[in-house]
Every structure is written in structure tokens, then in C-alpha cells.
T-cell receptor, first 111, second 110 residues
């Protein structure tokens, strides 16, 4: 069964520090990888997509992908209290386009 | 730009009552559409997805059903709600492989 694993947290990070969120996936043929942010009581919001090995940067966010290790991570630089949320990792196999979500990591930025 | 609408935003229903949740997408044609449920403190559970009008695939056996009467309309229904149907219901659309979620409907079954 295809799985996406995340540490449920909570992960507590001081304001201004780097938050590092990790995700592993079971299916080697996965090609597309996503990070969603979900505030309490709200729907998930897509914040990063990554398709190739290496790093992809967007503002304070950096997604890192290592297909050989089946590992994807999200770094948040200069963490702000507004970054406190649950972060969902998601993976797609191109064969059937079903997206598999992890259960999410709760991130708490300490003021 | 694309927009996805869901209504109602919140709903409180008694056990055994029917359910109808509606989702509409604007600004895109022939999207893939999805219904998810997120129970309190749990992950996203894919309930149904549709690649076109009248084409529905069910992921989890349950007392829910889905229909897609128009290209950009997706409806989730139940004839008789159970207590276990409580949760946060999310509609999503995708073109290629990125998925975008609607605002969700919070359903409480009493």
C-alpha cells in the first residue's frame, strides 16, 4: 500500500529560526511532490510543488527532494508566528494521478 | 483565475437525515474533481473522484454517494447520515497533478 509518512509533531521552533519538516514516501515511481499548509479550521493551501531532485526555493520556503532516498522536506526560513499550522506532504504517481497525503506535521512557532 | 465554491460552510444534521453538499468550480474546463473527508485530528480521506460528467469513482465503501451532473459541479449526498459521517468535507479540483481545495463544509451529525 502506498504511504506518505510524516512526524505528527508538534514541532516547536523559535521565531526567526529555520523550521524543517520531513516526509518519506513508499512508492519509488512517484514523480510529483507537494507541500500544503492547513491552518486550524481551514482547508489545505498548496504552497510548494517539486518534481526534480534538488532544492526549489520560493521566498522563505525551500522544498528539497531526494528520489533515491524517497525523501522530501520543507524548510521555512525566518519562521514567523503566522507559519504555525499543520503542513501536509503529498505525492502523486503519474500513472493514475491519485494524490496521496500524509497525515501532516503540526508546526508551532514560539514568539 | 480559478475559484472553487462549497456550500454550506457549516451544517448540523440529525442522524438518519439526508445530506447534499455542493461544489462548483469556476475558471477552468474539464477539471478532475474530488471529495475528501477529514475527521477531527485525522488525515485526509479520499471519498470520490471524477474525471468527467457522470464519471464517478468511489474510494471507500460507505453510505455516501457522489454525482457530477455538469462539468464544473460535484455533489456529495447521503440518504441517511450516521454519527461517523461527522467531519470536514473538502472538494478539490485538479488540472494535471496539482490539487486545489475549496473552503470546506464542516458537518456535525447529532
Amino acid at each position: 500500500q502506498k504511504e506518505v509518512e510524516q512526524n505528527s509533531g508538534p514541532l516547536s521552533v523559535p521565531e526567526g529560526a529555520i523550521a524543517s519538516l520531513n516526509c518519506t514516501y513508499s512508492d519509488r515511481v512517484s514523480q510529483s511532490f507537494f507541500w500544503y499548509r492547513q491552518y486550524s479550521g481551514k482547508s489545505p493551501e498548496l504552497i510548494m510543488s517539486i518534481y526534480s531532485n534538488g532544492d526549489k526555493e520560493d521566498g522563505r520556503f525551500t522544498a528539497q527532494l531526494n528520489k533515491a532516498s524517497q525523501y522530501v522536506s520543507l524548510l521555512i526560513r525566518d519562521s514567523q508566528p503566522s507559519d504555525s499550522a499543520t503542513y501536509l506532504c503529498a505525492v502523486v504517481e503519474n500513472r493514475d494521478d491519485k494524490i496521496i497525503f500524509g497525515k501532516g506535521t503540526r508546526l508551532h512557532i514560539l514568539p | 483565475s480559478q475559484t472553487i465554491h462549497q456550500w454550506p460552510a457549516t451544517l448540523v444534521q440529525p442522524v438518519g437525515s439526508p445530506l447534499s453538499l455542493e461544489c462548483t468550480v469556476e475558471g477552468t474546463s474539464n477539471p478532475n474533481l474530488y471529495w475528501y473527508r477529514q475527521a477531527a485530528g485525522r488525515g485526509l480521506q479520499l471519498l470520490f473522484y471524477s474525471v468527467g460528467i457522470g464519471q464517478i469513482s468511489s474510494e471507500v465503501p460507505q453510505n455516501l454517494s457522489a454525482s457530477r451532473p455538469q462539468d464544473r459541479q460535484f455533489i456529495l449526498s447521503s440518504k441517511k447520515l450516521l454519527l461517523s459521517d461527522s467531519g470536514f468535507y473538502l472538494c478539490a479540483w485538479s488540472v494535471r497533478d496539482e490539487q486545489f481545495f475549496g473552503p470546506g463544509t464542516r458537518l456535525t451529525v447529532l
